[in-house]
């Protein structure tokens, strides 16, 4: 090793900069470390301890990255680079002399001044030599190395092993934690270990709404198996907080679960059991298919000869008769639509009552139909005959979702109007308990119907034997008619013999295509024939009554008119 004090002063200040420099290299890379563990450990502490806890979905490890980056730079400069200067001996030969003060500023001028120059024409080369010489001999025994006190660093060093040493250690048995700091730092997307491990979780669902079964979420763990875990969710729009409800683990295996009854929207939920936290997962609750557009067409029966009309309800109120179209619209695309109503099927349960052979009730069935669905999925059509009232609903099968849900609907009504019997009266005769075969009997009848009327009959029979009809008038249709016929005995009827009894009636019928159905008639009328005498005879007791009675309201007529004069006179009598 050198001597320092063999050593010139141009050698010793270039020797005193590089310790110099050795100081600030060592005090700004301590500080640097310090530094860099503090903000690994930060970077830690909120990775792993607040945005990995919350499962935030963001990766924030390049946010982390660049706010390190931007303190770290700012600690390199301020605590290292900036102090990293260029070397200069007056520099040096300032800090040599703030050390020994007895120099007197001797060295600053050695380094200043070496001989005349043009910029000093006037300073004497003996005085500067002398003083160069005075410099040497007072600086000759100074080590120059001395302004820098790697003393004052000792603290700082002591410091900087133990962050070192705490780092290397922790390091060391969490290898994989630092890993994974330094991967979600540089953007990739990865979890940090556990000592509880998430194995398996129902993930996704897709579930039916109103569905009487519970849905049911397991998630299984390996590793550290705690006496529990919990799960959070919220609504899947993000409008609303998390949920906390805990998980109730199984007996016999490491497996946690949680049942949840009528789910009603969308949810968003992840597990947390041990240490460990799963993904978040979505539960997608399939609504019903909803109409959104209704249009029913409704086709009267022809008879009625009414224009077919069109409504948007689904509770109908038809006449009798008429086919009824649906067209529906739905929201969203369906696979199936049954059309359930209850109306029985013909012949499969006339009697409800009627019992199989194994004595048991027979089961009633009910009139089913299949709609038709068009290639979007969403338009619907169906047609059903309205004759009889009857109440209906829908059976949807999805097909959104791929688990063809089925859904049952509100129940709807169609009534029917029924096309009720005409009303026939039968005017004239009153009576007539006699007649002759040449009698002519005027018939007079007034018929109604809500619908119109068809056509009218004479009914007759003679004794009680077969009834036979004669058609006696056309209605076409009107709502209400009275009409007349005059029915010839003898020609209507061949072989007319006194002592015959003819009973007879007027029908009617309206314009109902179930005819037979829609016959009413009139009360019943009968007569007897006989012969002329004995008409003649009935004919003179007739008029005999008649006079008989007219005289008695005569009579009567005058004890009335007496009974009021007689009160007339009373009330002018003054009391």
Known sequence: ?????????????????????????????????????????????????????????????????????????????????????????????????????????????????????????????????????????????????????????????????????????????????????????????????????????????????????????????????????????????????????????????????????????????????????????????????RIVATKVDLSYPSYLEKAAGQVDQLNLEVPDGTTIHWHLTCDTAIKRLLVKTDRPIANEAADPDKTQETGEPKEVKYETIEAKIDATGKNVTFTLLADRGFKYTFRWTEQASGKDFEYNDVQHSVRVIADTVPEVQLIHPASGPVATVNKTVTLEARANDDHGLGKAWLVYSLDGSVETRVPIHDFKGVRSDTFSYHWELKKSIKDLQPNVQIMYAVEVVDRNPAAQRHIRRSATRQFTVVEDARYDQWARGQLVAQFDEVTRVKESEKLSSRQVKQLKEQETVTP
């Open 1 to 289: 090793m050198v001597d320092s004090k063999t050593i010139s002063i141009e050698d010793k200040l270039p020797q005193a900069w590089r310790q110099q420099r050795r100081y600030y290299h060592l005090r700004g890379a301590s500080r640097f470390l310090i530094w860099l563990v503090v903000m690994i450990v930060l970077d830690f502490l909120i990775d792993w301890g607040i945005l990995f806890q919350i499962r935030l979905t963001t990766n924030l490890g390049l946010l982390l990255l660049g706010i390190n980056v931007v303190v770290l730079g700012w600690v390199l400069w301020h605590e290292w680079l900036r102090n990293l200067k260029p070397y200069d001996p007056l520099l040096v030969a300032l800090e040599v002399e703030a050390k020994h003060p007895e120099l007197s500023s001797l060295l600053v001028s050695y380094t200043q001044l070496t001989g005349p120059d043009e910029t000093q024409p006037d300073v004497s080369a003996e005085l500067i030599e002398a003083m160069r010489h005075e410099a040497v001999v007072q600086t000759h025994k100074l080590d120059f190395r001395e302004i820098v006190d790697f003393g004052q660093l000792r603290s700082l060093l002591l410091v900087a092993g133990l962050v070192l040493a705490f780092f290397s250690a922790a390091s060391f048995f969490n290898q994989e934690h630092l890993r994974t700091l330094v991967q979600r730092l540089a953007g990739i997307d990865v979890t940090y270990p556990t000592r509880t491990q998430i194995i398996d979780v129902s993930g996704d669902l897709t579930v039916r709404l109103g569905d009487p079964e519970p849905t049911v979420i397991v998630a299984r763990a390996s590793g550290v198996i705690p006496d529990g875990g919990r799960i959070f969710t919220r609504p899947a729009d993000g409008e609303g907080k998390w949920t906390t409800l805990p998980l109730k683990k199984n007996d016999h295996q490491p497996a946690f679960g949680r049942e949840f009854k009528e789910i009603v929207k969308d949810l968003v939920y992840y597990v947390r059991i041990g240490d460990a936290q799963s993904e978040e997962y979505r539960i997608h609750v399939v609504p019903a298919p």
